[in-house]
């Protein structure tokens, strides 16, 4: 699917998505700035699954127009059912299993701490996609095949 092609569907797919109280600056999703995107890409993972909902079609839209990876890694972490636990955390448990010494925490509380993390993330990610309509999750399909 052609760029622009994809950019219609995500507007047809969100163009009626309700908007949401505690909006960002006040300003409805196409009307917000690339500057402003590229800026608050941090801030969509902080929205209560309305204003993730409501917003997610301009950080896509934004994500289309400037693909660069460091920018869309973010967004594709939130667009993807999070099942293994962060690759820091991971590192970080090797190293205490790879140290001479005993790891200044116990290992089985870590792990518990990021399963803890790892579960907290997989709810917000399931509260957030049960807000999305079958148009709009097939468009959010076909950005991911896109970036593919």
Known sequence: MHRDELLAEITHAFL??????GAI????????????LGE?????ASLNPAGFRYYLPAFLAFALHEPVAQRLEPLLTLL???????????????SYFEAAS???VAVGSLMQQQLIQTNQ???????RVSQLTPLQAKAIYHFLIHLQ
Do not use: R
């Open 16 to 21: 009626d998505a309700p908007y949401p109280s």
């Open 25 to 36: 600056s006040g300003q409805a999703w196409p009307d917000l700035s690339d500057d402003f």
């Open 40 to 44: 608050q890409l941090p801030i969509l």
């Open 80 to 94: 993807k059912l999070p099942t293994e636990l962060p690759g820091p955390a991971v590192t970080e448990l090797l």
């Open 102 to 104: 005993p790891p200044p």
């Open 121 to 127: 993330a997989l709810h917000h990610f399931i509260a």
